[in-house]
């Protein structure tokens, strides 16, 4: 017999599984030109007039050829709450971290540093009890013909989905916050739980995607 705690679980799977909602993508051409967009679902009950993050460049989605002394490629573009995203500027500051050399900061742990003090812990959202985004990301360096897909979020859960050319099909998976940190719940003291996952595109010659998945978890407490 199963615990109605395990039955709840389950629905809730189901339940994110049919949600249909935000739409980003972040995609590169063989010349390594990289490019973003997104759409929004909106929100409930919104104002007239209410602009999300959608229409708004560096909130919603970004995408530069030669970022930071390194000279990468950076796509991203984001989810969650569009007055969270637009007061924090979430898609330019996740690409900001990323165009750091790899060598002094791994782009997984640029990735978290960014959620953390530039989202859970932005002065921006200082009045905000429970902060939802999310962020899905490309990050390609010509010099060394390898790159990163990423995602990122603080949302009980986020789909995922990637592929390249040399992919039969698209990996795709709902990624959720692991239960030792709230994943079903969200933690009821105020704190952010911040999730970020990697895949390592290989350099040329190579395999094009290395599945063995990376993952940084952190707790923002209040």
Known sequence: MRLPEEMDEEVDSLLDDRVTDTVGVVVMDQDGNVASTVSSGGIALKQPGRVGQAACFGCGC????????????????????????????????????????????????????????????????????????????????????????????????????????????????????????GGRLRPNNGSTTILVQSVNLKPKGGNSVNNDQVTVESVVKP
Do not use: Y
Not at 65 to 70: I, K, Y
Not at 80 to 89: D, N, S, Y
């Open 62 to 181: 970004w995408a530069q050829n030669r970022m930071g002394p390194a000279g990468v490629a950076v796509g991203v573009s984001t989810t969650g709450c569009g007055e969270h995203l637009v007061r924090t500027f979430l898609a330019r500051e996740c690409a900001n971290v990323l165009a750091r050399r790899s060598d002094e900061t791994p782009p997984l742990v640029a990735l978290r540093d960014a959620m953390c003090h530039k989202f859970a812990e932005s002065e921006f959202l200082s009045d905000v009890g429970e902060k939802l985004g999310g962020a899905i990301c490309l990050r390609w360096d010509p010099a060394e013909g390898s790159g990163q897909f990423l995602w990122t979020h603080t949302t009980h859960s986020m789909g995922v989905a990637f592929q390249t050319t040399e992919c039969v099909e698209a990996t795709a998976k709902m990624s959720r916050l692991p239960k030792a940190n």
